[in-house]
């Protein structure tokens, strides 16, 4: 079983950054790969992005790129989202998860998912 455990979040300005993490307990982070999602009142969940295993292959959703940057520290079993330009509707819980397929790669599909953090709050003021 992994747990996943974000944290990060809070409010910050329009054209602000925030840096998401996501901690993930067990030995075997490092073959995971890992994703960001989120959810805004009234919509259903989204893709953010998604990193590959081994840091190499990134996924993002076309809105998001070139603000959003997620990475990988697999000696620390985290996942971040760097968070850049911030709107209002950035405005979400943010949803880290993890693919325990062995070497997995970046998918943007939830349904490649097996482990789900608890969620995390941003909240971007015009």
């Known amino acids: 079983q992994v747990q996943l455990v974000e944290s990060g979040g809070g409010l910050v300005q329009a054209g602000g950054s925030l840096r998401l993490s996501c901690t993930a307990s067990g030995r075997t982070f490092g073959v995971y790969g890992m994703g960001w999602f989120r959810q805004a009142p009234g919509k259903e969940r989204e893709f953010v992005a998604a990193i590959s295993w081994n840091g190499r292959s990134t996924a993002y959703t076309d809105s998001m790129k070139g603000r959003f940057t997620i990475s990988r520290d697999n000696a620390k079993n985290t996942c971040y989202l760097q968070m850049n330009s911030l709107k209002p509707e950035d405005t979400a819980v943010y949803y880290c998860?993890?693919?325990?397929?062995?070497?997995?790669?970046?998918?943007?599909?939830?349904?490649?998912?097996?482990?789900w953090g608890q969620g995390t709050q941003v909240t971007v003021s015009s």
């Open positions: 998860a993890a693919d325990a397929n062995t070497f997995a790669r970046a998918s943007s599909r939830e349904s490649d998912y097996d482990y």
